[in-house]
């Protein structure tokens, strides 16, 4: 999260006379000032960009924006659109800008709310008997009087499909506006999405060329770091050895910005990335601190999403959260990793890009050497690769089907699962192919990154790739040309391969962490009992208590996944216990 918070408070009726002292008195204990608009109350810092008529203000922006291809946030907004609807001036936002913002757009009828397309800027809302209430934070709502419950329906929903991002948050009467969406206040309120990954993905808007698109990723991804690290703020990159952290240091090298670089190493070899960490870190002259991941620096009970509507936040990263603490002392960092590029790099292992070709191209030169790649890629032969593929071409289905996770649920839980499973994004368009549909999901899975705590971090924590022109440019790259040599996230890897050590962004794979997690698992058996086998979850009837405690109760070498799935409940049990 950016730290830009606000409240925006819009009576019922219009009349903002009650709220003017309430409001002000908030704002002096959140450091926040109060502004009038035409319809509306906003709470926000004095930097917030405000734009509208002279002495009245229409409309605003809260947090960074950046113009499109420009390295630096935007110090002034002209409001070129200034008495069109609010629906063409939203689009015009989404089209000619970028960034963390959420946009106030005032009109007669009641004030438009735009959250940026993947936008590191919260909008949660709260509807009461007087007024409509959107906040940055949970916090803010509490300071109007909102009393936060948790909705247990939403967080069965979570537990089937923890990485698909809903309105509908797991606390009672708070909703999300989600990235790219827009909601009108007027008597009824209307919601309407802006921006669509589909929009990126028709063949007229598709670069099939290889070089093309290598280039053209390679720019908005330079750009783009470029302008989100302009600030002057130091930035310490969590460089795991990986690809995408590797390409987060080569696009701070290339801007010249300074970084220091840590990386987490585990005690099994399987999760030491340290000789891959210190390549990148020496190629882009940035130090580097190693350090040794501790079972003893996590606690179960605590939730690192304590400040989140909902339990996204998973308890072993507190030993990362640990070992930034340590290294950068009270100075302000903003910590910076490589979360998401793994969906909107189109790390996909499946036919599915071949059919796409198929079915776009027809016989095209290129499908023995992406059928090779594939099969590569997965261990297979090619042809079964190419039996998969031809199968998906004839069937002509492209509908992704969501992965959902039943372990350990009530039948109650299990019986949800449709509604779990469905978005917006999941329902392709005529004609699209499977591959793209295969995209569109990582994409939305990448959603769930987005938005990082505050409280539980104590510094700004950003997922610096997922920014809405790198995503753009990704999807309109087509899902064959992400296959080469036998790896997946070719284009990404072409487009920073010179920026990083000779060969680096062709290494066959990368280091787990799992072994770290079934550390914690061990050392906790006996709180993993109290916490899930008398916790919340087993109350409301959303996990089946037996079978945990069988798990946990086992003896002998860990099989299986199942210690994952009950970390995870610890993690929403703990997330529960903060609210």
Same mark, same amino acid.
């Given at each position: 999260?950016?730290?830009?918070?606000?409240?925006?408070?819009?009576?019922?009726?219009?009349?903002?006379?009650?709220?003017?002292?309430?409001?002000?008195?908030?704002?002096?204990?959140?450091?926040?000032?109060?502004?009038?608009?035409?319809?509306?109350?906003?709470?926000?810092?004095?930097?917030?960009?405000?734009?509208?008529?002279?002495?009245?203000?229409?409309?605003?922006?809260?947090?960074?924006?950046?113009?499109?291809?420009?390295?630096?946030?935007?110090?002034?907004?002209?409001?070129?659109?200034?008495?069109?609807?609010?629906?063409?001036?939203?689009?015009?936002?989404?089209?000619?800008?970028?960034?963390?913002?959420?946009?106030?757009?005032?009109?007669?009828?009641?004030?438009?709310?735009?959250?940026?397309?993947?936008?590191?800027?919260?909008?949660?809302?709260?509807?009461?008997?007087?007024?409509?209430?959107?906040? @940055?934070?949970?916090?803010?709502?509490?300071?109007?009087?909102?009393?936060?419950?948790?909705?247990?329906?939403?967080?069965?929903?979570?537990?089937?499909?923890?990485?698909?991002?809903?309105?509908?948050?797991?606390?009672?009467?708070?909703?999300?506006?989600?990235?790219?969406?827009?909601?009108?206040?007027?008597?009824?309120?209307?919601?309407?999405?802006?921006?669509?990954?589909?929009?990126?993905?028709?063949?007229?808007?598709?670069?099939?060329?290889?070089?093309?698109?290598?280039?053209?990723?390679?720019?908005?991804?330079?750009?783009?770091?470029?302008?989100?690290?302009?600030?002057?703020?130091?930035?310490?990159?969590?460089?795991?050895?990986?690809?995408?952290?590797?390409?987060?240091?080569?696009?701070?090298?290339?801007?010249?910005?300074?970084?220091?670089?840590?990386?987490?190493?585990?005690?099994?070899?399987?999760?030491?990335?340290?000789?891959?960490?210190?390549?990148?870190?020496?190629?882009?002259?940035?130090?580097?601190?190693?350090?040794?991941?501790?079972?003893?620096?996590?606690?179960?009970?605590?939730?690192?999403?304590?400040?989140?509507?909902?339990?996204?936040?998973?308890?072993?990263?507190?030993?990362?959260?640990?070992?930034?603490?340590?290294?950068?002392?009270?100075?302000?960092?903003?910590?910076?990793?490589?979360?998401?590029?793994?969906?909107?790099?189109?790390?996909?292992? @499946?036919?599915?890009?071949?059919?796409?070709?198929?079915?776009?191209?027809?016989?095209?030169?290129?499908?023995?050497?992406?059928?090779?790649?594939?099969?590569?890629?997965?261990?297979?032969?090619?042809?079964?690769?190419?039996?998969?593929?031809?199968?998906?071409?004839?069937?002509?289905?492209?509908?992704?089907?969501?992965?959902?996770?039943?372990?350990?649920?009530?039948?109650?839980?299990?019986?949800?699962?449709?509604?779990?499973?469905?978005?917006?994004?999941?329902?392709?368009?005529?004609?699209?192919?499977?591959?793209?549909?295969?995209?569109?999901?990582?994409?939305?899975?990448?959603?769930?990154?987005?938005?990082?705590?505050?409280?539980?971090?104590?510094?700004?924590?950003?997922?610096?790739?997922? @920014?809405?022109?790198?995503?753009?440019?990704?999807?309109?790259?087509?899902?064959?040309?992400?296959?080469?040599?036998?790896?997946?996230?070719?284009?990404?890897?072409?487009?920073?391969?010179?920026?990083?050590?000779?060969?680096?962004?062709?290494?066959?794979?990368?280091?787990?962490?799992?072994?770290?997690?079934?550390?914690?698992?061990?050392?906790?058996?006996?709180?993993?009992?109290?916490?899930?086998?008398?916790?919340?979850?087993?109350?409301?009837?959303?996990?089946?208590?037996?079978?945990?405690?069988?798990?946990?109760?086992?003896?002998?070498?860990?099989?299986?996944?199942?210690?994952?799935?009950?970390?995870?409940?610890?993690?929403?049990?703990?997330?529960?216990?903060?609210?």
């Amino acid at each position: 999260m950016t730290g830009d918070r606000y409240l925006i408070v819009v009576p019922h009726g219009g009349t903002t006379g009650s709220w003017r002292e309430r409001l002000t008195t908030i704002g002096r204990q959140h450091c926040l000032a109060l502004t009038e608009g035409r319809s509306f109350l906003l709470l926000a810092p004095e930097s917030a960009l405000l734009f509208g008529r002279p002495g009245h203000l229409d409309s605003a922006v809260l947090g960074p924006i950046y113009a499109r291809g420009g390295r630096t946030a935007l110090t002034d907004l002209p409001d070129d659109d200034a008495g069109a609807a609010p629906g063409a001036r939203a689009a015009s936002l989404i089209q000619r800008y970028w960034g963390d913002y959420v946009a106030i757009i005032g009109d007669e009828r009641g004030p438009t709310i735009l959250r940026a397309p993947f936008g590191d800027l919260s909008c949660y809302l709260h509807r009461s008997s007087d007024a409509t209430m959107l906040a @940055s934070d949970v916090a803010l709502l509490e300071s109007v009087s909102v009393e936060p419950a948790i909705d247990w329906h939403a967080v069965a929903l979570q537990l089937i499909a923890p990485d698909i991002r809903r309105r509908r948050t797991c606390l009672a009467n708070i909703e999300e506006l989600a990235c790219g969406e827009r909601i009108t206040l007027g008597p009824s309120p209307e919601y309407e999405t802006m921006w669509s990954p589909w929009q990126f993905l028709g063949h007229e808007q598709q670069c099939d060329d290889r070089s093309a698109a290598t280039e053209r990723l390679r720019k908005v991804l330079l750009d783009t770091v470029a302008a989100q690290t302009s600030d002057g703020m130091p930035n310490l990159v969590l460089l795991s050895g990986g690809i995408d952290s590797s390409a987060v240091a080569a696009a701070l090298s290339a801007a010249g910005r300074e970084a220091a670089a840590l990386t987490m190493v585990t005690r099994d070899a399987a999760g030491d990335e340290r000789a891959f960490a210190r390549a990148v870190a020496g190629h882009c002259r940035f130090p580097l601190a190693e350090m040794v991941r501790d079972p003893a620096m996590v606690d179960l009970t605590r939730s690192e999403a304590c400040d989140l509507p909902y339990p996204t936040e998973t308890s072993f990263s507190q030993a990362t959260r640990a070992a930034i603490r340590a290294h950068t002392g009270s100075s302000g960092h903003r910590i910076l990793h490589g979360g998401g590029g793994d969906q909107i790099f189109c790390s996909m292992q @499946s036919a599915a890009p071949l059919a796409d070709l198929i079915r776009a191209k027809g016989f095209d030169r290129r499908i023995p050497a992406l059928t090779l790649d594939l099969a590569r890629l997965a261990n297979a032969t090619a042809g079964a690769v190419a039996r998969q593929a031809l199968a998906r071409v004839i069937s002509r289905r492209s509908a992704y089907r969501w992965p959902s996770n039943l372990e350990c649920l009530t039948p109650m839980v299990c019986a949800q699962e449709s509604e779990a499973v469905s978005h917006a994004w999941l329902s392709p368009p005529a004609g699209a192919g499977s591959g793209s549909a295969g995209h569109v999901a990582l994409t939305l899975s990448a959603l769930g990154i987005v938005q990082s705590p505050t409280r539980s971090t104590g510094a700004p924590w950003k997922a610096i790739l997922l @920014s809405q022109p790198v995503i753009e440019t990704c999807l309109s790259i087509p899902p064959w040309l992400w296959f080469e040599r036998g790896r997946n996230r070719a284009i990404a890897r072409r487009a920073i391969e010179d920026l990083l050590p000779h060969g680096h962004v062709w290494r066959p794979g990368k280091g787990a962490m799992a072994s770290f997690m079934i550390e914690i698992f061990d050392a906790n058996r006996s709180r993993l009992r109290a916490m899930i086998g008398d916790g919340l979850l087993v109350r409301e009837g959303l996990v089946d208590r037996e079978v945990c405690l069988k798990v946990l109760d086992a003896r002998g070498p860990i099989k299986g996944n199942a210690w994952a799935r009950l970390l995870q409940f610890a993690d929403v049990e703990a997330w529960a216990a903060s609210w």
